[in-house]
């Protein structure tokens, strides 16, 4: 009976234990400022549903191609988020950056696509 009873407080001090750690995240995401330092005024090459190579204009404007070929768009910064507009408006999205690793977060908190910071604009968009 007292090794049950061991047994069902290690348990316990374990569940306790889980539920007071913190839950594994990613990397930090960036802040609007962070965002504009770092992530405007350069390109990246990723995945979003399909393949992408972007370049965030200071002026407010998306210059990229995929397969499909050339496009355009807007971005805009609301408080932490980058929110992009295509032909229509995408949404926003956090933005995790590690090393040249950029990914790109839902405001639901899931992972929408990823890619590599490549500084400035070299393909000339």
Known sequence: MAVRRAGRLVAAGLLWLAAALPAAAGPPTLTGDEIRSQIVGNTVS?????AFTEYYNPDGTIHGSSADGAYQGKWHIDGDTLCLEYDEPLGCRKIAL???KV?????????DGSGTLI????NHY
């Open 103 to 111: 990914t790109y977060v839902t405001e639901e908190g899931e992972v």
């Open 119 to 122: 500084k400035g604009n070299p």
């Open 98 to 100: 590690e090393g040249d």
């Open 46 to 50: 990723g995945e979003m549903g399909t």
